[in-house]
């Protein structure tokens, strides 16, 4: 264990004290992806040992925190519209405010919040998140705004405590960072250079995480499969590939299910690819980004590959793993982007047959190459264009949801649906959600059901009764 960590785990006790008897609430609300969502889970961990429980109640909350997204506009305005709600909240019951994350690794942002929004308690960024016990002790002892932000890459920090928000499935980040440098990205700006965490450490989390009865694990991290290929790699392990972990993680007991997101095309090796086939428990079904269907743009991009070699990767895949399927996401309107490039686009998406697009609206973000170039696209433009690509792909979703109906399919099963409470749910191999008729026993358990019908985004099928 790293000094670091002895010495947050003394805060963690140094705040429990304080706070012990006072019955006090937190509420945590992330923006943005998966990596964030884990990272919330850490602030939680720490939270919750700092004697805080959790609440969904803004107007009973003591800490407040936000853990922020800068990947696009909308993430931005999401946290500005909520400050002044936060800050209603503050003056009635002086909740303390805590804002972290990617949009806190922006200067020009810091510099927004100082002057329009200075009643924060404490901002923290991407490589501080670990000495968050820290600095709410400072703030309660000394009763002064901090700022805790660092501009270098912080270390991998093992050993936090972590509160998970699920039981059946859980995240484990894999590495930090990405050195891509997509012109469009603000990524690796605010989360830095690749910093790959031992292997060791990483399979003695999913053993754990399988002692506690999880089925379900995403292993995380910017650009999985660089894992081990840059920054300080030298782990005493056996493991020394992405492709490696992967046969590791395929061996723990208990874990049912093994997913990744996200790779990048470029570093799409056959050892990769070959895991996949080999190792029963990761799923058939791969997140694969392809931005934009046009080389042009790619380039323009620095995505590193072209629409043909996008094409062949997937067309290789298909040929050594039959059942294989993907998902990807797709930037509409990057500047420079022609109606003949987005028609590239779309000839991809006609190709491929994802089973899911994550669909975006190019947005600039300040300091990416992309903000600077001069020919960007219209608003009016480049929402035509999305309306365009949204009309195919839901076209072929529900195509696709009708090959569904009548199979069986093997269902993780996650819990009771949130609209109706005689109903589980859970999802496919492909990441499908099915909703059936069951006992709550199945929860945990992956389950034959028969699809009987779809509806867009989930399927509805039956126990199978063989
Ligand atoms: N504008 C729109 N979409 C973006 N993404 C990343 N940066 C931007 C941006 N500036 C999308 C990419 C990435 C996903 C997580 O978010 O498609 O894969
Ligand atoms: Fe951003 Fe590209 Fe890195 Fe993904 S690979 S985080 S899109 S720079």
């Known amino acids: 264990m790293s000094l670091n960590i002895e010495e947050e785990l003394n805060y963690i006790e140094k705040v429990k004290k304080i706070n012990q008897g006072k019955n006090l609430k937190y509420l945590i609300l992330t923006m943005g992806c998966q990596l964030n969502e884990n990272d919330s889970e850490k602030i939680s961990g720490m939270i919750e040992n700092m004697g805080y429980t959790k609440t969904e109640d803004i107007e009973e909350s003591d800490l407040v925190v936000f853990n922020t997204c800068c990947v696009r506009e909308n993430a931005e305005d999401r946290l500005f519209g909520k400050l002044g709600e936060v800050k209603r909240i503050k003056e009635k019951r002086g909740t303390i405010i805590a804002i972290g994350g990617c949009m806190m690794q922006e200067k020009h942002i810091v510099e927004k919040m100082k002057q329009s929004y200075p009643f924060f308690d404490i901002i923290f960024g991407t490589h501080t998140l670990h000495k968050f016990p820290k600095d709410l002790y400072t703030k309660i002892f000394e009763n002064k705004r901090i700022e805790d932000i660092l501009d270098i890459d912080g270390e991998i920090i093992e050993g936090l405590p972590i509160t998970r928000n699920d039981n059946i499935k859980a995240s484990v980040t894999i590495m930090n960072g990405c050195n891509n440098f997509c012109t469009y990205c603000i990524v690796p700006y605010v989360r830095g250079r690749e910093r790959s965490r031992n292997p060791e450490d990483i399979l003695n989390e999913v053993r754990d995480l399988a002692k506690q009865g999880y089925k379900e694990i995403t292993l995380l991290g910017q650009n999985v499969n660089s894992y081990l290929r840059s920054g300080n790699v030298d782990f005493d392990s056996n493991v020394k590939s992405f492709a490696d972990l992967l046969r590791e993680v395929n061996k723990i007991d208990g874990i049912e299910r093994i997913r990744f997101i ?20 990761v799923c058939k079904i791969i997140h694969l980004p392809l931005q934009s269907g046009s080389s042009q743009v790619l380039k323009a991009m620095n995505r590193k590959y072209t629409k043909e070699q996008y094409l062949n990767l997937v067309e290789k895949m298909k ?62 433009v480049k929402h035509t264009r999305f309306d365009e690509l949204k009309e195919l792909v839901e076209g072929q979703i529900s195509e696709n949801n009708q090959k569904y109906v009548g199979t069986i399919q093997k269902v993780l099963v996650e819990g009771v649906s949130k609209t109706n409470s005689e109903l589980l749910t859970g999802r496919t191999d492909s990441n499908k959600v099915v909703n059936f008729y069951g006992s709550e026993e199945l929860i945990g358990n992956v389950v034959e059901i028969k699809i009987i019908s779809e509806h867009m985004w989930y399927l509805k099928g039956e126990i199978n009764r063989r």
């Open 262 to 281: 996200s790779p990048h095309p470029k570093d799409f090796t056959d050892d990769v690819i070959e895991a996949i086939r080999d190792c029963d428990k």
């Open 319 to 380: 040929k050594m793993i039959p059942d294989i399927v993907f998902s990807t996401d797709i930037i509409v309107g990057f500047p420079g982007e022609t109606q003949e490039n987005f028609e590239d686009t779309l000839d991809v998406v006609r190709k491929v047959h994802f089973e899911q697009v994550y669909m975006f609206i190019y947005s600039r973000r300040v300091g990416t190459p992309g903000d600077r170039m001069e020919n960007q696209i219209p608003e009016k």
